[in-house]
């Protein structure tokens, strides 16, 4: 009996030491457990400029007119008829792509990884600014934890808390790679490269954006000075090459309304497109001779086919007013003459643009100008600073290796020298705020999210809504129809706005 409980024993524990040593030799190494850090940086990094470009151009951009789109498919953007529908994918996508954010910050935590967690305080605060500047008040703390018990449905935020919690989180990020051992990478980094002293100018830049942004809410004088006066604390881009700009290395994430396949025509650009430049946009450059017009538009259909036909014609550049029903648009043909290739489309530069600039040095510049002009305590000439910004603007236009201007568009530093040299290009006392608002409206050519909350904070330029559009120009996104259902948001709505869910006509925090 003895011999047979023996037996028995060995033969359980022979049984439970296999059972442990083929489960360390089935562990898939390709498949595991726990995803370092590194691997969830490319799909965030990504992912937040896909916040920011998936309204570009179909709603941001066409509120603040840099983009029109002809009557017809588009005609409900156009003229304002928006619901909760309108916006289902732009909350939808963020909130999802927060929870791995999220979980990049808690895996740097638990790793003793500061860099990467840094990285993803300046992710998370990039991705829900945007959201903040366009739906207001939002989840803030608890965005993307919808998997965590309890906190299903996210609970809401006033946009005041948002953006003093933002900028905790941008100093606390500031705080961790300053003090982070400069040996430190960030592997797998599409942004810069690994470099962590970039990514702290890119955090302390988006520091100005957001404290800026509150301004005319409450005085941020000594906050900015700060940032501006005390370059070794507080660095931040100091030439184009550190700004935030993303290039893509596939077609697969390429801007999903500039890029393009060649027409067979060699124009390089889409004619048979909806979507026209506006008319806003055309003039403005048009009036100064802004050599950012042939990098923005490219001459008319009408135009460029005469031209090719006869070299001695000329290109015409020609803007579309904004938000015209079907009908309206045919009249318009009609009474000047003119069709629909009468008007200019997105130029070949755009078109085959492989970059997008999440914050360009020329917006901080710019920022700085306009912190100087208003007496914020900043060290520096406003009209020197000015010139500046709007020169790193036309630098981000370089030419493309050796390919011609005719078929690559660029800005040459002749040309830049002479747009800059003009009388009227100087800052002016009396206009310099208008001035240094309408600069930031043309650098953000395609971010229409920045230069859409840059309008509604100044008022510059001054743009005029469609003859019969069915509401004022949009201040606010509307909350996706699926979130208008959050019992937290309802709630919230409840206590703090009276009972009515906010529409596009309902001013956010930070406008005045």
Known sequence: MKKLIYFSLSILSLTFGSCKDFEEININPNNPAIVPPEMLLPPIISGAVSTMTASGGSRAGQFVQHIAYLGGTSEEDGRYNLTGASFREEWNGAMRLIKDVNQLG??????????????????????????????????????????????????????????????????????????????????????????????????????????????????????????????????????????????????????QWFILNPPSDGSGVNFDGNDRVSEAMVNMLQNVADPRLKIYVAPTKNSFNAHRNNPAASYIYRGQQVGLSSLEQSALYEQRGLNKDDFSVLGKRIRKENRAFLFSYSELLLLKAEAIVRNMGVEGDAATVYLAGVAASLAKWPQVG??????????????????????????????????????????????????????????????????????????????????????????????????????????????P
């Open 106 to 255: 808690l895996l740097a935590q638990q790793n003793q990884m500061p860099h990467y967690e840094a990285v993803s305080l300046i992710c998370k605060v990039y991705i829900l600014s945007i959201m903040s500047d366009a739906y207001g008040d939002i989840p803030y703390n608890e965005a993307g934890k919808g998997d965590v018990a309890g906190l299903e449905f996210p609970h809401y935020q006033a946009q005041r808390e948002v953006y003093g919690l933002m900028l905790a989180d941008l100093e606390q990020a500031n705080q961790l790679l300053k003090n982070a051992d400069p040996s430190l990478t960030v592997n797998r980094d599409i942004l810069y490269n690994g470099n962590i002293h970039a990514w702290r100018k890119f955090a302390n830049s988006l520091k100005v954006r957001i404290l800026m942004r509150q301004s005319q809410k409450g005085d941020v004088s000594a906050a900015i000075s700060a940032i501006f006066n005390n370059p070794s604390e507080y660095p931040i881009f100091e030439k184009v090459e550190d700004q935030a700009t993303l290039v893509y290395n596939n077609n697969a994430n390429l801007y």
């Open 402 to 511: 050796q390919v011609s201007n005719e078929e690559t568009p660029y800005i040459s530093s002749t040309e830049a020298t002479i747009f800059l040299a003009r009388t009227d290009m100087a800052l002016q006392e009396e206009t310099a705020l208008k001035q240094i608002a309408q600069q930031q409206w043309i650098d953000a050519f395609l971010n229409g999210y920045e230069a859409w909350a840059s309008w509604r904070r100044t008022g510059y330029p001054q743009l005029k809504p469609g003859p019969s559009v069915l509401a004022p120009i949009p201040v606010r996104y509307v909350y996706s129809d699926n979130e208008q259902n959050n019992p937290n948001l309802i709630k919230w709505v409840n206590e703090t706005m009276g009972g009515t869910m906010p529409t596009h006509n309902t001013k956010v925090w930070f406008q």
